[in-house]
């Protein structure tokens, strides 16, 4: 039955010139192998017959040299089609998933698992295919060559292939539901890990780690249950095909005996017959290929699921001279009904208790949210600083110029700006210091983010939380740096500080998702609901 990843793999196979090449060596390495067994009965009955013929001995050892340098050159092609149609693979599933923005519908461990795993699995199916259309053509080959031996060892043969293709469509139709589940149980258990793994000082300092870990195994039985389900009836096609084929060799080898006595077979050719019903049964013992093949199409299904997911509606970036206007914008869950215009050139701090919606909006103010509902107009040319900024690239200076063509003159600038510039120089490295390396507070990372947002030189800079780790005069240098180093520049600043908001040319106050209000700081802080976001009531 066909499934939705299936389209995918033949697009796969269909995109390389890899797979024919392998096809190819395979198509001439298997012929030589369905001449072998002739070759080698000639060559046996010439020695019992006391005579030499030179050309039966070539064609033997040529023949040999067939198969020995094509299984070599098809292990080298293998490796290569595979590599590329993996590496496709990885690309497109992950442009998808960046395209699908952020929050993502795929949790990040489940992501990753499809990037790694299903992607290296998929990469795999010309392999696979050819594996098993090439072992196909020469189990029929294998019938052939039998026949012209004599039919009546071909009908022997025969009536082994509809057991042999029940064995395979049972086996096929058993492993299908176990190794699909088995592929998602794994994502799963990758995207619990993941967050524990993020999570570890939380958990170690609350002292849950036989909790959490308790949480992260909870999916094993079901994992288990899959693999288990997956041996069992691997096991159970092993045994019979390990009853089949000796069965099958038996059968043609009686009826060879029997083609002996009355002469119309040679002792070579008896050989010859036993060769060819090994080679004929070959299809029966790549049972592990279609275990394969089905994990191969469970993946492609997985990575499908991301590649048919409708891309959220982004907000569409038109230039409004400057201003910044939000009409009728709901985000489910965070936003509704949100009608907000901010000036060019604006200062605005967006404040508001925990889960008032504050990161939300400044994400759809600067376009990186996707709304449900609602017009956005702004620009497209936005800086983003975050609380916890991950700082992406080799060196620390690369992190800073990332995904730009920025100098080293630029990067300077910006760290300058950040008022970072002077905690880089005293690394052991200054800017080339690996990420790794370098000893960074959370503050100083903050600042790193907001550099690297700065050497972007924005329209729109927008700070989710980004100098939530500096002291209150650190952030009152940053800002006076960011007014010189970006002037007339739109900032968007989500704060839990009163000072950062009172600096602010004006504030949007944020409550369930709704704006309560707006305007300056002072005028606000008469309202003692407004004054309850930065005391607490108090």
């Known amino acids: 039955m066909a499934k939705p990843g299936d389209a995918l793999l033949f697009s796969v196979i269909r995109r390389d010139h890899r797979p024919w090449a392998l096809l190819l060596n395979a198509a001439v390495t298997t012929t030589g192998g369905l001449l072998l067994p002739a070759a080698l009965a000639d060559a046996v009955d010439m020695a019992l017959s006391g005579t030499f013929v030179l050309v039966t001995i070539v064609w033997l050892l040529a023949l040999a040299a067939v198969e020995i340098i094509g299984d070599a050159i098809g292990v080298v ?127 170690a300092s609350a002292g849950i780690a036989d909790r959490e870990a308790d949480r992260v195994l909870e999916p094993l039985p079901r994992l288990a249950a899959a693999g288990a389900g997956m041996w069992r009836t691997q096991a159970r096609m092993m045994w019979r095909a390990g009853l089949l084929l000796p069965a099958v060799e038996v059968a043609v080898l009686t009826a060879a005996g029997f083609g002996v006595m009355q002469g119309r077979l040679s002792t070579g050719d008896v050989l010859a017959a036993l060769g060819y019903a090994a080679l004929g049964m070959g299809i029966v013992g790549q049972m592990t290929q279609l275990t394969v093949l089905e994990r191969t199409r469970a993946s492609a299904t997985r990575i499908a699921e991301v590649l048919d997911t409708p891309v959220p509606k982004r907000p569409v970036a038109k230039a409004s001279n400057g201003v910044i206007e939000l009409r009728n914008v709901s985000v489910e869950g965070a936003l509704h009904d949100v009608n907000l215009m901010i000036p060019a050139g ?5 404040v508001g208790s925990s889960g008032a919606g504050k990161s939300t909006l400044a994400a759809v103010l600067g376009g990186l949210s996707a709304v449900d509902s609602g017009e956005v107009r702004g ?17 620390i200076g690369r992190s800073i110029g990332y995904g730009t063509d920025a100098d080293e003159v630029q990067v300077r600038d910006a760290a300058v700006a950040a008022q970072v510039h002077n905690v880089l120089i005293r690394l052991p490295q200054g800017y080339e210091t690996p990420v790794a390396d370098a000893p960074l507070s959370g503050g100083e990372a ?21 100098t939530a780790s500096l002291d209150t005069v650190t952030e009152a240098e940053v800002d006076k740096a960011l007014t010189t180093a970006l002037p007339d520049r739109t900032r968007i600043v989500v704060t839990h500080r009163p000072a950062t908001a009172a600096r602010a040319d004006f504030v949007v106050w944020m409550e369930n998702g709704r704006i309560r209000g707006t305007g300056s700081h002072g005028a606000l802080w008469h309202n003692e609901h407004y004054r309850a976001v930065f005391t607490g009531g108090e």
């Not at 039919?151 to 176990?178: C, E, K, N, Q, Y």
């Not at 903050?446 to 980004?466: C, E, K, S």
Request: a positive charge; proline letters at 3%; glycine letters at 8%.
């Open 77 to 203: 092609l293998a490796a290569s089609t595979t590599s590329r149609a993996t590496a496709f693979l990885r690309r497109k599933l992950s442009r998808r998933l960046l395209t699908l923005g952020h929050p993502s519908p795929f949790a990040a461990g489940d992501a990753v698992s499809r990037v790694t795993g299903d992607c290296g699995n998929a990469g795999g199916i010309a392999v696979t295919m050819i594996t098993l259309v090439v072992t196909a053509v020469s189990s029929a080959g294998a019938v052939v060559a039998l026949a012209l031996l004599d039919w009546r060892l071909a009908a022997v043969f025969v009536l082994s292939v509809p057991l042999a293709g029940l064995l395979i469509r049972t086996h096929m139709r058993m492993t299908a539901d176990d190794v699909l589940t088995y592929q998602e149980v794994s994502g799963e258990v990758s995207a619990r890990l993941l967050d524990s793994v993020s999570g570890l000082r939380t958990i």
């Open 446 to 466: 903050q600042r790193i983010g907001l550099a690297r947002a700065i050497v972007r030189d924005p329209d729109v800079l927008v700070l989710d939380d980004a």
């Open 379 to 395: 620009h497209d040319a936005v800086g983003y600083a975050f609380e916890r900024p991950a700082l992406l690239g080799t060196t």
């Open 346 to 350: 604006m200062f605005v701090a967006v």
